[in-house]
């Protein structure tokens, strides 16, 4: 079988400063929430013809957006904060699909990562695109 061809832009390691979690006395509190975050985008915007920002997708401001996003007040949950990013992601028609991983750590006794991942193909990047149209 022959395989598309495909672009990504992949975002790994990204400290992020958020409030997540509900925790008692003598829980382990994580000390970081890092994001891994794996963009599909079409072909054409790697494959360019001439070097300018006008031929591919400027990531700094979806960047910008999600460190905003982290900041944005207290989560109970990962999933909330990757739900946000994941809309996000969908407001930009240039991202087709979308893999977001959050990871915290430690989890227990100074050790281990804990992460959420989230996987959305094209039809559900443009089903969330959608809805966020519908509630406007």
């Given at each position: 079988m022959k395989q598309a061809s495909s672009a990504v832009i992949e975002l790994r390691d990204l400290q992020?400063?958020?409030?997540?979690?509900?925790?008692?006395?003598?829980?382990?509190?994580?000390?970081?929430?890092?994001?891994?975050?794996?963009?599909?985008?079409?072909?054409?915007?790697?494959?360019?013809?001439?070097?300018?920002m006008a031929q591919v997708f400027d990531y700094d401001p979806l960047i910008m957006e999600i460190e905003r996003l982290a900041a944005d007040g207290h989560y109970e949950t990962q999933e909330r904060l990757i739900t946000r990013i994941a809309s996000a992601c969908a407001a930009h028609s240039?991202?087709?699909?979308?893999?977001?991983?959050?990871?915290?750590?430690?989890?227990?006794?100074?050790?281990?990562?804990?992460?959420?991942?989230?996987?959305?193909?094209?039809?559900?990047?443009?089903?969330?695109?959608?809805?966020?149209?519908?509630?406007?």
């Open positions: 992020l400063k958020t409030d997540i979690g509900t925790y008692g006395p003598g829980d382990t509190q994580p000390d970081v929430h890092l994001l891994d975050l794996t963009l599909g985008i079409l072909v054409n915007q790697v494959v360019i013809s001439h070097d300018g240039a991202i087709q699909r979308m893999e977001i991983c959050l990871k915290k750590s430690p989890v227990r006794s100074g050790s281990g990562s804990l992460g959420v991942r989230l996987t959305l193909d094209e039809v559900a990047t443009d089903g969330l695109r959608h809805e966020q149209v519908n509630a406007a």
